[in-house]
C-alpha cells in the first residue's frame, strides 16, 4: 500500500516521528558534496556515516561496481569461489599491520563483531582451552548492534531494552577524562593506568575463564575518545600475560581516518590478535565487513580432518562479488591518492581549526585526531543531547553535515578534504555554536 507519510520505512536510529515532521533528504553525491532535495549544496562532515573515505562518485569505483554486477551479479562462497573474493582479500591482508593476514568477509561492522568475538571463543575451545568463554568490552564500546556487539559494546541506551544479552561479559572502564584531558590535541596524556583494570578483571574471573578484549583503539561513536598515551600498549601486555586475545575494532578507524597508516594500530604500534572492519572498506558504495585474524589465530583453525568445515560460520553475502570489486576499487583509489598519508598532511590544519572553537559558548571539550574530532557541549538541564541536535540540524540547513551523539557534534570527513572545506565546515559550526541557546 503506499503511504504519502512516508511511514513504512522504519528509519534506524532516528527519532521517526520527529524526522517526518522537519525532514532531512539527501538524494545526490559528488566529491566532498551531497545535495538536498531543494537543491542546496551539503559539505560532508561526516564521510557519509565514516565511510566515504575517498569521497562521493568516484569513478573507478563505480565503474567496478557496474561492470561486476553486470557480469557476476552474485556467487556463492560456501564451498564455492570466485577470484574476487581471494583478490580482495589478498589486498586488505596485504594492507592490514603485521601478520593479520586472514580475511573473513561479512556485510557490516556488526556482523564484523559478532564475527570476531565467535572467532576468539571457538579459538580457544579448539586447542582445548574450552572454559575460556567470557568477553570483556568497554564502557562507552560501540561495536554495533548485533547481540554480540551490543553485549560487548558499553552503550547502556543500546542495550536497556533488549534483555539479558550474552552472558559472560564484563567491560572495562572507559577512558574519558575531561578533568585531567579536556581540550588535549591528539591523544590525551593521561589515562593510561585504566588499562589496569583488565588485571582487577582477570582476577576477578580468572584467567582461564576470559576469551578475549574487545575494544576500539579511538571510541568514534560515542564521542571521539582517543585512547590515552600508552594505554592500548598496556592492554595489549596485559592480554598476553593471561593467553586472552585482544580484538581491535577498526570500523570507524580504519582506512586512514585516523591519518598517515591504513590502520590504527599500526598507528599506535600495537598489533591485536584480530581486527575488524567495515564502512571505509568499500568507500561505503556497498555493504561489507570483515573480521582480519593473525596467523597463530588461523592456524588454530587448520588442524582438524581436512574435510571438516573449520568454522560453522557465514553469511549468505560473505565476499559477495560486488562488494568485492568495491572493496578493489577502493584500495586502488586511496594508493592511487594517497589518501592515507593526505589525511595525515592535513590533519594539524583540521586540528588548529578545530581547537578555535574554544571558548565559545557551552564548549567543554575538544577532542581530535587524524580527521576525526569531537567538540563536546555542555548539555541543557535534563534534555542531554537537545543543544547538539539542534546544532546538527542547523548546520544541515546551512549547508554542512555533521554527526551528534549525545552533546558530542563529530567531524569525520573524506580524507579528500580541502582547507578551505575544513574552514567552511568549522566556520558554519562556530556560527551556530554561538547562535544556540
Ligand atoms: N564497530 C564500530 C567501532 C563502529 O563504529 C560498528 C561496529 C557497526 O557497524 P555497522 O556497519 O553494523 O553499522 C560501528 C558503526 C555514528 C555512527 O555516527 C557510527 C556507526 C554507525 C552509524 C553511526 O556514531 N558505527
Ligand atoms: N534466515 C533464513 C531463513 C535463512 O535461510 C538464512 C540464510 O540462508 C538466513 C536467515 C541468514 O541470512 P544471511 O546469510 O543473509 O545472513
Request: glycine letters at 10%; one cysteine or more; a negative charge.
Amino acid at each position: 500500500m503506499s503511504q504519502s507519510n512516508h511511514d513504512a520505512f522504519w528509519m534506524p536510529f532516528t527519532a521517526n516521528r520527529q524526522f517526518r515532521k522537519t525532514p532531512r533528504m539527501l538524494v545526490s553525491a559528488e566529491g566532498m558534496y551531497y545535495t538536498s532535495d531543494d537543491g542546496r549544496k551539503v559539505l560532508d562532515g561526516c564521510a557519509g556515516l565514516w565511510c566515504v573515505n575517498a569521497g562521493h562518485a568516484r569513478p573507478r569505483i563505480t565503474e567496478a561496481v557496474q561492470k561486476t554486477i553486470a557480469t557476476l551479479d552474485f556467487a556463492p562462497t560456501f564451498q564455492m569461489g570466485h577470484p574476487l573474493s581471494f583478490a580482495a582479500a589478498d589486498r586488505i591482508a596485504a594492507l592490514a599491520p603485521g601478520d593479520l593476514n586472514h580475511v573473513f568477509f561479512c556485510n557490516s561492522g556488526s556482523e564484523a563483531a559478532d564475527t570476531a568475538l565467535k572467532i576468539a571463543i571457538a579459538y580457544h575451545r579448539v586447542r582445548g582451552d574450552a572454559s575460556r568463554t567470557r568477553l570483556i568490552g568497554r564502557e562507552r564500546g560501540y561495536h554495533g548492534v548485533g547481540f554480540g556487539g551490543i553485549s560487548v559494546g558499553g552503550i547502556s541506551g543500546n542495550r536497556k531494552l533488549y534483555g539479558s544479552l550474552l552472558t559472560g561479559v564484563d567491560h572495562l572502564p572507559h577512558t574519558l577524562d575531561m578533568e585531567r584531558n579536556a581540550f588535549t590535541r591528539g591523544l590525551p596524556a593521561y589515562g593510561a593506568e585504566l588499562a589496569d583494570n583488565l588485571e582487577r578483571i582477570v582476577a576477578l574471573h580468572d584467567p582461564s575463564t576470559i576469551a578475549a578484549v574487545m575494544v576500539e583503539p579511538m571510541a568514534g561513536s560515542t564521542g571521539v575518545l582517543p585512547p590515552p598515551v600508552g594505554y592500548l600498549k598496556r592492554l595489549r601486555d596485559i592480554c598476553d600475560k593471561y593467553g586472552i586475545l585482544l580484538i581491535f575494532d577498526e570500523v570507524i578507524t580504519g582506512f586512514g581516518r585516523l591519518g598517515g597508516t591504513p590502520f590504527a594500530a599500526e598507528k599506535f604500534g600495537v598489533l591485536p590478535d584480530i581486527l575488524t572492519c567495515a564502512k571505509g572498506v568499500t568507500n561505503g558504495t556497498i555493504p561489507m565487513g570483515a573480521a582480519i585474524a593473525r596467523e597463530h589465530v588461523y592456524a588454530a583453525f587448520m588442524d582438524g580432518p581436512e574435510t571438516g568445515i573449520e568454522l560453522p560460520h557465514g553469511y549468505t553475502y560473505s565476499g559477495h562479488p560486488v562488494a568485492c570489486a568495491a572493496s578493489i576499487a577502493t584500495l586502488d583509489t586511496y594508493a592511487e591518492e594517497n589518501l592515507f598519508e593526505r589525511a595525515g598532511d592535513i590533519a594539524p590544519y583540521f586540528e588548529d581549526a578545530v581547537h578555535a572553537l574554544r571558548g565559545l559558548p557551552h564548549v567543554i571539550d575538544i577532542r581530535n585526531v587524524g580527521l576525526v574530532a569531537g567538540i563536546e557541549l555542555e548539555s541543557r538541564p535534563g534534555t542531554v543531547g537537545a543543544r547538539a541536535y539542534e546544532v546538527f540540524d542547523r548546520a544541515f540547513r546551512q549547508g554542512v553535515l555533521v554527526r551528534y551523539t549525545g552533546d558530542v557534534i563529530a567531524v569525520s570527513p573524506p580524507l579528500i578534504i580541502e582547507k578551505s572545506q575544513i574552514d567552511q565546515l568549522f566556520g558554519t559550526l562556530s556560527d551556530i555554536i554561538r547562535a544556540v541557546e
